[in-house]
């Protein structure tokens, strides 16, 4: 149960596998996630968390809502 707020790369990549999506592959200028025909791109990796507007962004691209995620 996530809360939604900055969360770390690697917390994300988890939390998205548990949504279904596979991955990360390599491609271009950063990772991404595929579930379907879904595609998620993956922040690359730096020292700070991810926050709370790119985490948004991100779920908004993969089809969560914010309830789906804390509910997780």
Do not use: C
């Not at 950063?30 to 926050?51: C, K, L, S």
Request: charged share 30%; proline share 8%; no cysteine.
């Amino acid at each position: 149960m996530p809360p939604f707020g900055p969360v770390n790369r690697k917390d994300l990549i988890r939390h998205l596998r548990q949504f279904g999506f596979e991955g990360p592959y390599s491609g271009g200028k950063h990772q991404f996630m595929v579930r379907g025909e879904t595609t998620v791109r993956v922040p690359n990796p730096h020292q700070a968390d991810i926050g709370r507007e790119l985490l948004a962004r991100i779920l908004r691209q993969a089809g969560i809502n914010k309830e789906e995620w804390e509910e997780l």
